[in-house]
């Protein structure tokens, strides 16, 4: 006897049914996110109001879903699309140490301008007068990203700001989740990586001139690719290299307990007394300290590369840092050679300089100490900066990476230098 479908069971599936649609119409108008259209599973789930996700599954109330389709088509099409945006612009992994209300209303307005600037037909709606106002505001913040946003909703009143989230508001945030290690955040924002890199090459791929409003989905996804895991960022640095440690991997520990017991004190087969890793071992980190760079925003940015390396264990026993405090020229330089000096650094940290900006003196006097042969192994060097200044001309010999405070001019950076945009507001947070 076949099966009689339950209420639930028949609404179950005509929304995922709804949202399949909601997926096609998408996909007419935006063929290039054809990978993203695809890559949440539908999960009906009862209590929410509206569409939420983890990066994996895209969660519903199949009431909702069937009601909205039946009034308003078009806004099942927005928040599907504006969800999908969410993730390929890395908003769930994103947030850091920011407030989650405020940090959940950028995100908002990042997808919502995205999506009523593309103004296509599957997810065409009228701008209302609060719309307009809210973007043309935002021209003036420069390129726009939900760290910008965020930064810029940091001067609103209450009032203000619960007025833009009942106009912005689309969909949950709960399950919005910072990654943890290897957990089930790690893995799904490894994921949206991979897809927001196969959108924009899909998109280039097609090699018009981007539509209405597409450059502004082509920008956040950049900005998302530049704040992408300032941890995976320093991981360039790091070189494989044996480490006293045991390796319980590569011995077998069958032989090893059966020669204990056949010979009371003598294994069969030592452990492995090392191991390879991928660590530093040598390492600069020059922070700019002209009249234009922030003295707390300086030591919001040591507090975060050290706070990071330290979580990782990212040092060998052995290893040096320098510390070069640098504006035209070179102001101070301190070693640390161990965890406790770094603590006792970051605890009295003062700024010295105060000048113009000039990159060239800290690589001169980098390259005399590995001539002198006070840097031996050196794995690279880091330049914080707001990069108003002047950059050297020849490539170091070792690997070299500017980072930015915000917006920066890209034409001016070398074409041998890595680059990486930090937000101000992580950084005070970390002051």
């Known amino acids: 006897m076949a099966h009689i479908k339950t209420q639930t069971e028949w609404e179950n599936d005509m929304s995922v049914k709804i949202l399949q649609h909601a997926r096609s119409e998408i996909y007419l108008d935006l063929r290039y996110l054809d990978v993203a259209l695809s890559a949440l599973k539908p999960q009906a789930m009862e209590g929410l109001e509206t569409m939420a996700t983890d990066g994996e599954s895209l969660f519903f109330s199949a009431g909702q879903v069937i009601r909205v389709f039946r009034n308003n088509p078009a806004f099942m099409n927005r928040a599907y699309l504006h969800t999908i945006l969410h993730c390929i612009f890395s908003h769930l992994f994103l947030k850091g140490n920011r407030d989650t209300k405020l940090w959940n209303l950028a995100c908002d307005i990042v997808v919502e301008q995205t999506i009523d600037g593309m103004d296509k037909p599957c997810t065409r709606r009228a701008l209302s007068f609060l719309r307009q106002q809210t973007y043309e505001a935002l021209k003036g913040e420069g390129r726009i990203s939900a760290a910008v946003v965020y930064r810029w909703l940091r001067g609103k009143s209450m009032e203000e700001l619960l007025t833009l989230n009942h106009e912005f508001y689309t969909d949950d945030h709960r399950f919005w989740k910072e990654e943890t290690g290897n957990g089930a955040a790690s893995a799904a924002r490894n994921k949206w990586n991979k897809i927001a890199r196969q959108t924009s090459m899909a ?151 105060g000048g113009n900006t000039d990159f060239r003196p800290a690589f001169t006097y980098v390259n005399q100490l590995i001539k002198e042969g006070s840097i031996r192994h050196l794995d690279g060097l880091l330049y914080f900066t707001d990069g108003k200044g002047i950059y050297p001309v020849k490539k170091p010999e070792y690997k070299t990476a500017f980072l930015f405070l915000g917006a920066y001019d890209e034409t001016a950076v070398p074409p041998w230098a890595m680059r990486l945009q930090l937000e101000p507001e992580e950084l005070e947070q970390n002051a």
């Open 203 to 353: 998109k280039k791929r097609h090699g018009d001139e981007p539509e209405k409003g597409e450059e502004l989905l082509m920008t956040q996804i950049s900005a998302a690719k530049s704040r992408r895991s300032y941890k995976e960022f320093l991981q360039k640095f790091s070189i494989l290299q044996e480490e006293l440690k045991c390796n319980p991997d590569e011995y077998d520990l069958n032989y090893y307990t059966y020669g204990l017991r056949l010979y009371k004190n003598m294994p069969l087969i030592e452990p492995v007394e090392s191991r390879e890793v991928k660590k530093i071992r040598e390492f600069v980190v020059v922070v700019d300290t002209s009249y234009s760079t922030s003295g707390s925003l300086i030591k919001g940015f040591l507090n975060e590369t050290f706070g990071i390396l330290s979580q990782q264990n990212s040092f060998f026993r052995r290893c040096r840092i320098r510390i070069i405090q640098c504006d035209d020229k070179v102001e101070m330089d301190e070693v640390i050679s161990s965890q406790e000096e770094m603590e006792r650094l970051l605890k009295s940290f003062q700024v010295v300089g």
